[in-house]
């Protein structure tokens, strides 16, 4: 059987995108695309995360002072909160003074995003992502869940209160 020229090019042209598809999603779930996750603030068990057995301050999270005008803020996402951030929890700062946000996932990915700052990760599960800013100005900044993540992911949020 005689097969169409046009017919061989568009078969050619449709194996060569699905051989690239592949090749992407394999790319992206392996070695090098991996890498490109920012683990900067280490990788940690979710599960532990979930069951409150990590051995580290990610069990009873919250804001620790570590010196002079430093503070690290531990925060656990989850579905549908920021522990500590979410409901009448907020995230307490003096104003001026150098704050780490140490950000974990008990479930599933989430945002973190304070707004009217650039103070904006991702937050994956088996990750922490780790952000560095200076409130100079006293006041509630509110916080955001910005990736979707389930069906309540419209109410994630909370707040931030930089005291003077
Ligand atoms: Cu958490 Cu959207």
Redesign the pocket.
Known sequence: MQVHRFEKVWLGAAILLIVGFIATIAYGSVGVGVGMVDDSGGQISAEEVQNGNTDTPFDDPGVVKTGDDKYTVYVV?R??QFVPGSGDNPIQVPAGANVTFRVTSAD?V??FSVVETNINTM?IPGQVSEVSARFNEPGTYGLI??????AA??T?GGSVEVVP
Not at 145 to 150: R, S, T
């Open positions: 996402a579905q549908f599933v989430h945002g937050v869940c910005h990736e979707y993540c389930g992911h419209h994630m």
